[in-house]
Nanobody
Framework: QVQLVESGGGLVQAGGSLRLSCAAS????????MGWYRQAPGKQRELVAS???????NYADSVKGRFTISRDNAKNTVYLQMNTLKPEDTAVYYC????????????????WGQGTQVTVSS
């Protein structure tokens, strides 16, 4: 079993930056991909960015050039550096992990963190 613990959310003004962290504990060796999804009120959960244990990354078009995902395999930790934040980035951000690849379509069978709120004021 894998537990994911997120940190780093908060309130920031538009144009500001935040850094999210997600640490995996438990059977971390079973994880191939880690990533971030977000869910705004009334909307479906969507992929923000993902990274494999070999460093291959994938980003949503809406965050390309602004967000950077990185990973420390030794610490089983994934980071999301968010720059030039916009009000439309406001959402609960969830860390996810799985054996194999994270996809656009979310799965309840992945490991999920509890979520961290990111609010960007205009």
């Amino acid at each position: 079993q894998v537990q994911l613990v997120e940190s780093g959310g908060g309130l920031v003004q538009a144009g500001g930056s935040l850094r999210l962290s997600c640490a995996a504990s438990g059977s971390g060796s079973s994880i191939d991909s880690m990533g971030w999804y977000r869910q705004a009120p009334g909307k479906q959960r969507e992929l923000v960015a993902s990274i494999t244990n070999s460093g291959s990354t994938n980003y949503a078009d809406s965050v390309k050039g602004r967000f950077t995902i990185s990973r420390d395999n030794a610490k089983n930790t994934v980071y999301l550096q968010m720059n030039t934040l916009k009000p439309e980035d406001t959402a609960v951000y969830y860390c996810a992990a799985t054996r194999g690849r994270l996809t656009l379509v979310v799965s309840p069978f992945w490991y999920w963190g509890q979520g961290t709120q990111v609010t960007v004021s205009s």
